[in-house]
């Protein structure tokens, strides 16, 4: 008989797939469109026409996953994942069978609508799921499968990069696919969100999957006259958008909003996307060995992201987003200050002079990769999901990842013109952008480590029960 913790484990990660499927994707593009076979099957590709396809799937998952929280409120969360696992099976069998480039684009379109859509959901659904003793360790099985795919998909690709066709390229779509019809079969079986179950009226339902969730099944009648009390409080009108951004919620929902853009803001997808090209400027010569050096990242940042889910409830949320975004600046910083004394450009591509410069830039990409991995990757999409009402967490994160896509889309699309543009600036932009919000968590970012859902909406309105959690909580 599994243990109800383990079982909890077990429905993350399954759950968590939709975020090894990103993951395979991000891992991926980058080397699979340099790959020699790609542009003799395709065709060569300009910086500016790389970027569009790169950053098309952000686009499109941007937009659905404002739809995503009308789905998980209809549908549930649980089905609102299962759809947007469809969506993406379609798309990357498209992507693997494509044979212009005007079908690949449409079939990344159609893959990030899925995206959008399973994606936004999954964190909403694990906070849900999970007693608020491991929730933090729960949320960040999201992270972890999406850095496990990051890994996998670089590793695909250099393996892949042997093959003499267009196999070559198309392997990690077929990959691709392959897991996102293991996904959707068994999505059908995750329990729903008892939370969603409550808000809908189907009481015994949510109290039966509670007593499948939870150690103590004394505590099952309290914690569900919480989550009634709770919803009850916020009234039974229909959620909208526009209730979000009332004075009773701005706070919160803006400090989400604002978190989930900046987080792009880091740099993170110019470095997953485009590593190849990183490598390439910082000296290695040979694009399997680019390639090669991408797949050692993908490997630092899940090992880093392994330590994190192990102490991120121990840690709490301010110490990973202050004390991480000081490092992610300081490496960013430090790269650009060496392409500034040692780097330059010539006959429209950026190179870095002697071999100590070279490597230090390498070694500095490196940290930069661990230290978001463990900080800023993991503790910032459990935050602004848990910081928002029950009734209003579906729309509100919604609107939170479409802020944190669209940004990417930005960063994604430009990227390769700015890195070819200037040797240091995209690196002075990122450590500035990330001081900057390193500084809003220090000065604006309450607590909410060993806190319950309900009693972190208590804290951001400062009720009476509110003072006296957070007078005994560390």
């Not at 799921?129 to 999201?142: F, K, Q, W």
């Not at 004394?341 to 490196?366: F, N």
Request: glycine fraction near 8%; charge should be positive; hydrophobic fraction near 45%.
């Amino acid at each position: 008989m599994l243990s109800v913790t383990t079982k909890i484990y077990l429905i993350a990660f399954h759950t968590s797939l939709a975020g090894m499927l990103w993951g395979l994707d991000t891992g991926s593009i980058g080397p699979v469109t340099q790959m020699d076979q790609f542009t003799t099957s395709i065709g060569h590709l300009s910086s500016g026409v790389l970027g569009i396809y790169v950053a098309c799937i952000l686009l499109s998952a941007s937009l659905s996953s404002l739809c995503s929280g009308f789905v998980a409120d209809l549908l549930s969360r649980k089905y609102g994942i299962l759809t947007g696992g469809i969506v993406v099976l379609l798309g990357t069998t498209i992507s693997a069978s494509a044979k212009n480039f005007p079908t690949l684009v449409c079939a990344r379109l159609i893959t990030g609508i899925g995206q959008g859509q399973s994606i936004s959901v999954v964190t909403i659904y694990l906070c849900e799921i999970s007693p608020h003793e491991i929730r933090g360790t729960v949320a960040t099985m999201l992270q972890l499968l999406i850095t496990v795919g990051i890994a996998i998909g670089y590793f695909i690709s250099y393996g892949s990069s042997r093959f003499d066709s267009s196999l070559a390229w198309r392997t990690p779509f077929i990959f691709e696919a392959s897991l996102a019809a293991i996904f959707i079969s068994g999505m059908a079986f995750m329990p729903y969100s008892p939370r969603w179950l409550i808000q809908r009226g189907r009481i015994d339902e949510a109290r039966a999957v509670l007593q499948t969730l939870r150690d103590n099944s004394e505590l099952v009648e309290d914690e569900l006259r919480l989550i009634q009390g709770s919803l009850e409080e916020q009234s039974k009108e229909q959620a909208s958008f526009r209730e979000i951004f009332q004075k009773r919620y701005i706070r919160r929902s803006a400090l989400g909003v604002f978190l989930m853009a900046f987080q792009m803001l880091s740099g993170i997808d110019a470095v997953l996307y485009y590593a190849p090209i990183l490598f390439t400027q910082a000296g290695f010569s040979s694009k399997r060995a680019s390639f090669l050096a991408s797949g050692v990242s993908g490997i630092i940042i899940l090992i880093s992201t392994i330590f994190a889910q192990l102490w991120v409830d121990k840690w709490g949320r301010r110490f990973p987003l202050v004390g991480g975004g000081l490092a992610i600046t300081a490496c960013f910083m430090a790269i650009g200050a060496l392409y500034a004394t040692h780097g330059g450009k010539a006959d429209g591509e950026v190179y870095l002079t002697g071999k100590g410069s070279q490597w230090a830039v390498i070694v500095l990409i490196y940290m930069f990769a661990a230290n978001f991995a463990w900080s800023w990757g993991v503790v910032i999409k459990i935050y602004a999901c848990e910081i928002i009402p029950t009734r209003l967490r579906a729309k509100a994160c919604a609107v939170q990842q479409l802020s944190n896509w669209l940004v990417n889309f930005t960063v994604a699309l430009t990227a390769p013109l700015f890195l070819r543009a200037s040797p240091s600036g995209p690196y002075f932009f990122f450590g500035s952008a990330t001081l900057f919000t390193t500084t809003v968590c220090y000065f604006l970012m309450p607590e909410t480590k060993g806190k319950s859902l309900e009693e972190i909406e208590d804290l951001f309105e400062m009720t009476p029960r509110a003072k006296r959690s957070s007078a005994v909580t560390v």
